[in-house]
C-alpha cells in the first residue's frame, strides 16, 4: 500500500460525506454508464435536464473524480493479476511445465509439450490487456518462434506488435 492510498481513502470518504445520498448514486451511475449525465439524471430520480447541473457541481466533480482514481487502482490491481496467470499458462505453453499426457494404451506420464494455438492466445491477450495496439485496428501480433531454441537456454520467442494505424 502506498503512503498516498490512505489519503486518497479519507479524501473519498470526506467527499461522500459532502453528497446527498441521491447525488452520490448520480456520481455513481454516470461514471459506470459511461458519462452519460441524462441518463444518470433519470435513473437516480432527478429530470434528465438536470444531469448537466449536477455534473458541473464541485462536490459531485470530486466524488467523480476519486470514482475515476479508484478504477484506476482496480484497473492496475487486475492487470497485474492477469499477468501473473498469463506468465503461468505461458510457461505451460511453452512447454515448461511438465503436463499430464495419456498414451494411446490409456497410461499415464507427464512430459514437457508446446502447445501453439494457447502460446497464441497468451500473446494476444497479452496485447489487448496492456493495449499494445489500437482497439478496432488493423494491428497485428507477430511470435516466431525457433522450435530449436525451445530445447536450449536460450529464448526462443520474439514478440513484434505492429500497428499502421498508431
Known sequence: MS???PISAAR?????LDLEPQEEAFAIEY??????H????RKCGYSPSAGVRLKRKPAIQNRIA???????VDSIVNRQVADTILDRLE?????EVPVAMVTKDGEEFEARKFFP???????????RLHKLVQENSKGSVNVQINMGDLIGESPAIEVKVEDPDG
Not at 473519498?12 to 461522500?16: A, D, F, I, K, Q
Not at 476519486?66 to 484506476?72: D, G, I, K, P, R
Not at 494455438?117 to 494476444?124: C, D, H, R, T
Open 31 to 36: 461514471v459506470s454508464n459511461g458519462f452519460d
Open 117 to 127: 494455438e494457447l502460446a497464441m492466445k497468451v500473446y494476444q491477450e497479452r496485447v
Open 3 to 5: 503512503q498516498n492510498e
Open 66 to 72: 476519486s470514482l475515476l482514481a479508484e478504477m484506476e
Open 12 to 16: 473519498s470518504e470526506l467527499t461522500r
Open 91 to 95: 510457461d505451460i505453453a511453452m512447454g
Open 38 to 41: 441524462r441518463e444518470a439524471a
